[in-house]
Nanobody, 122 residues
Framework: QVQLVESGGGLVQPGGSLRLSCAAS????????IGWFRQRPGKEREGVSC?????????RYADSVKGRFTLSRDNAKNTVYLQMNSLKPEDTAVYYC??????????????WGQGTQVTVSS
């Protein structure tokens, strides 16, 4: 059974940083995509960042977070990290980790974590 366990959310002041972690287990796919979505208050869910196990596919970022967020992974631990810097109040959202046995384009159709709250406020 595929499981995703997220951690690292919390309250931070504007301009601050947080690092989210997502530990994945229970999958045996050789090819997969893993990344983060978020749902801001009153907004639709949006993709934040995604990385594929195929190194040639690169890492993708939403325009709203490019240059501020960095997605990385530790393959030995089956864990991905979302380093979020220069946080803005509009980054306030529930952040969800997701994994799919396909591509980043199909990430939303995969498995999801329970979500972690990120609040950016002074």
């Amino acid at each position: 059974q595929v499981q995703l366990v997220e951690s690292g959310g919390g309250l931070v002041q504007p301009g601050g940083s947080l690092r989210l972690s997502c530990a994945a287990s229970g999958f045996t796919w050789l090819t997969y995509a893993i990344g983060w979505f978020r749902q801001r208050p009153g907004k639709e869910r949006e993709g934040v960042s995604c990385i594929s196990s195929r190194s040639s596919d690169g890492t993708r970022y939403a325009d709203s977070v490019k240059g501020r967020f960095t997605l990385s992974r530790d393959n030995a631990k089956n864990t991905v990290y979302l380093q979020m810097n220069s946080l803005k109040p509009e980054d306030t959202a529930v952040y969800y980790c997701a994994i799919s046995d396909s591509s980043c384009e199909q990430l939303a159709l995969g498995y999801w974590g329970q979500g972690t709250q990120v609040t950016v406020s002074s």
